[in-house]
């Protein structure tokens, strides 16, 4: 993985919707709209509703529609369980 990424994980029960290297990714949480880039501190925050937008180094970027669930960044990788 390249330095300017992270392994970033969006689950939902059964289901993984992404699962690979992100250049960054932007998550509507209960504290407001955030982006997280490589190497991000360490963070646990909830999701609201809103739209999870994932940048990789494809042209476009990738979208997923979030009600609620449970984010956490660690280690150089960002998971959302949703």
């Known amino acids: 993985m390249a330095q300017d ?3 970033l994980i969006v689950a939902s029960v059964g289901e993984t919707l992404f699962d690979g ?22 963070l646990v925050s909830t999701l609201k509703t809103g ?6 180094s494809a042209a476009e970027p990738k979208h997923f529609d979030v009600t609620n ?3 956490e960044i660690a ?3 960002a998971v959302a369980l949703l």
């Not at 290297?21 to 360490?42: D, K, N, Q, R, Y």
């Not at 739209?51 to 990789?56: G, N």
């Open 5 to 7: 990424t992270f392994h």
């Open 51 to 56: 739209k999870i937008t994932v940048r990789t």
């Open 69 to 71: 669930g449970v984010l």
């Open 75 to 77: 280690g150089n990788r």
């Open 21 to 42: 290297a992100a250049t960054s990714v932007t998550f509507p949480t209960s504290g407001g709209e955030i982006t997280v880039l490589a190497h991000h501190e360490p």
